[in-house]
């Protein structure tokens, strides 16, 4: 265990080395802006019962050093710090995955296939390893759990799920930050991180109560429009799954109606919106089910086992209030 997790460490240097050397020829990416992320993050929050949300307080409430934030030291504003820190870890590319998409029949060879190794889909499957991994140490399970929380949030947008082919831009346009636009929006790519105008992508810190009011206000909008839906516990889900449906939203919607250089129609800008909140929902449902799972399925680590005149005795870690089934051969 001690060899996996030092190789787990020297992967993950080298990794940072890498993305901080290129981190100037990333895009600019901001998802859903500090406001939809923490709309994501408080529906996430609102479905975890109490033994999940111990958990993950516990995980928030980690020193991270140099980049501990007192701006987003719970939950819900988290869901902000992957942002915040992105230049200075050099995260940038893994807040989305370029999957191409032909907007004028323009071959899409331009753009890797399969995509570039570093993204938001790999970035996702990296984080649920990392806390799934018990011998992993406090500050890599509490960053993982903070870089979850808000890439759960990325893949929800269309837009950090797609990349638009043309003839003017042949190897894509950096998920419609290159589409250009009038009016209250200067490029595709922003229209969608405000979610057609329900979120507002730079909402101003410290986070006041006027901030957590407009949020809560948006969730409840989101819930009432998408309940919450009653599930059993299930295998940890394929985020690539979720990047393609992503894709789809930008081919059939997020694409569709919209030219560019031109001002956003209002029947545009409204059906952005809607698809904003199903998606904000959709992405709160799926980080509270996912971390359910990652903190409920797993059998808790066995702190000893022995057997002390002729009775066979068993130690583990429990938590209050929850049924442990022992099996026995």
Known sequence: ASQKAIFIM????RFLAYLCAFACLTRTVLGWGAEGHMVVAQLAYNHLDDAVKAKCDSLIAVNL?????????NFVTAACWADDFKSQLGTGVNHYIDLPLSLDGTSTNGVPN???PNN????????????QDPTQSLVNQA??????IHFVGDIEQPLHCSTGVSAAHPNG????????????????HALWDGGGGFVNASIS????ATSYAIITSKVATAEAAYPYPVTTIGPIPDPMSWAQEGWGLAKTVAYVGITNG????????????NTTIQRMAIGGQRLAKLLTNIYVTNAPPLISAAITTNNFGLTWGTVTGRIYRVQWK
Request: glycine share 6%; proline share 6%.
């Open 173 to 188: 346009d950096a998920g419609g930050n290159d589409f250009n636009l009038t009016g209250a929006w200067s490029e595709l």
């Open 143 to 148: 960053m993982s759990l903070r870089y979850l």
């Open 65 to 73: 050093g140099t980049y501990t934030s007192n701006s987003t030291s």
């Open 10 to 13: 020297m992967k993950s240097i």
């Open 262 to 273: 031109t001002t956003p129609t209002v029947s545009y800008t409204n059906t952005a919106q």
């Open 205 to 208: 810190r410290p986070f006041t």
């Open 120 to 131: 938001v889909v790999t970035a996702i499957n990296q984080c649920i390893a990392t806390l």
């Open 114 to 116: 399969p995509p570039e």
